[in-house]
């Protein structure tokens, strides 16, 4: 009797996390990111964060003289998407949200581009 509760117990707690997952696959598949427009962005720092579940990411984007300066990285809860991280260089260097992401580490540079598109489009 025991067993089985513990069971039925395991089977929901399984179920939850497959539904969760597949929720987060779902968002991640049908974020859309926008490249950014600095013209019209006043000199400042600028934060944005995106919450997708099982990543969260949250940047301060330095803009002077209508170019990205800077991005820091405040908050990358991220499992193994660390690597990532990678796309915050190119963005810098391009001026562009339109980078590739990162092999192995799509979905956590996919949440950094979104957080950096949020900071910019806050800033205007």
């Known amino acids: 009797m025991v067993i089985g509760i513990v069971l039925l117990i395991g089977l929901g707690i399984g179920a939850k996390f497959l539904m969760d997952v597949n929720a987060y696959q779902k968002e991640i598949a049908a974020m859309e990111i926008q ?37 820091e990285l405040l908050q990358h809860e991220n499992g193994k998407g660390g690597p990532g991280e990678a796309v915050i260089p190119e963005v810098i260097e391009t001026q562009s949200l339109e980078v590739d992401t990162v092999s192995g580490a799509t979905n956590s540079s996919k949440v950094i581009l979104k957080s950096i598109e949020i900071a910019i489009e806050g800033a205007k």
Do not use: F, R, W
């Open 35 to 71: 490249d950014i427009d600095l013209s019209n962005v006043p000199d400042g720092t600028y934060e944005g964060s995106y919450d997708a579940d099982l990543i969260q990411v949250k940047v301060a984007v330095e803009v002077k003289d209508h170019n990205i300066t800077n991005i």
